[in-house]
């Protein structure tokens, strides 16, 4: 039997994950397919209870949420915090539950005005990096469906811009005429990286460049890797280059899993970018973390 202190809980749009933390460190895991997008309202919270109802104690658990179960459509709307601003001391939205064994606190987004843009989810993984590297000022790249490029200094989010470019690249390589070109998931590093420079060269002529993969796949027989590497560099290098004024001249890290990370890591190295890389789950626990201790400490 595991009986939690506390539990932390990363709730997304297609998935839901919780930490049965003790001492701050957790003592066992759980996830669920059950995301916001998949539930109507009176369902979220039996879908908590599904993965965290065995590590409950009697009078009451405190369970801190982040993520798209906060948003509009997600159990109750946290409202977003505008940058600048310091994530670590975002306060939690309390949400009343049914079932008196938990006390549901959501942790808010942020916003930015000018240009607009918001973020849910990501600024407990930047919270985490601030929490872990107080002193830390530079640009965070977090890669993704939707990649964020935040300014961190002295503690605040300065400002941060989004990208579709995971999102693209999907509907690219799965729903237009490039899917019969880039099937499978091999991979060509040369190619990527001469189609990030291209891109970042000339990044007038990349509706022209995406196209000119199937052609070489009609008339030259070009290989799934190559065209697939080629495709993601396209739009690497044209996310590279909107994003320079994040990036350039600065010390940057990135928090990312999968292979999505190591991507992002060599094209910024190819323009002579050094990086480093933290996992998303550790920094998404080290804020969820943090926000528990700031929890206590304001009780």
């Known amino acids: 039997m595991i009986e939690a202190e506390w539990i932390a809980v990363d709730w997304g749009t297609s998935h839901l994950r919780a930490w049965a933390m003790q001492d701050g460190a957790p003592l066992a895991t759980g996830d669920s397919t059950k995301g916001m997008g998949r539930l109507a309202p009176d369902e979220f919270e039996p879908a908590l209870l599904e993965v965290i109802g065995g590590w409950l104690k009697d009078g009451g658990t405190d369970v801190i949420c982040c993520g798209m179960v906060g948003a509009r459509q997600g159990w109750q709307e946290a409202p977003y915090s505008a940058v600048p601003t310091k994530p670590s001391e975002l306060p939690p939205i309390f949400t009343v539950s049914q079932d008196p064994r938990i006390s549901v606190h959501i942790l808010p987004g942020l916003r930015q ?107 030259h027989g070009q290989g799934a890797e190559v065209a697939r590497a080629t495709l993601s560099g396209l739009l690497v290098g044209a996310e590279l280059s909107a994003a320079r004024p994040f990036w350039l001249g600065q010390q940057v890290a990135l928090i990312g899993s999968g292979a999505t990370a190591p991507i992002y890591g060599a094209a910024l190295k190819a323009q002579g970018v050094p990086t480093r890389t933290e996992d998303v789950a550790r920094m998404t626990l080290a804020g969820l973390t943090a926000a528990y201790i700031r929890l206590k400490e304001t009780e």
């Open 113 to 219: 005005d000018n240009p607009a843009d918001v973020m849910r989810g990501e600024e407990t993984q930047i919270a985490g990096f601030i929490a872990q590297n107080p002193n830390w000022d530079g640009v965070l790249c977090l890669p993704g469906t939707h990649t964020k490029w935040a300014h961190v200094s002295a503690g605040e989010v300065v400002s941060f811009r989004t990208f579709m470019t995971g999102e693209m690249f999907a509907l690219l390589s799965s729903q237009s005429v490039l899917r019969h070109s880039v099937t499978g998931d091999g991979w060509d590093n040369d190619a990527f990286l001469a189609a990030v420079s291209d891109a970042m060269s000339h990044p007038d002529r990349i509706a022209a460049r995406l196209f000119s993969l199937r052609a070489e796949d009609l008339l």
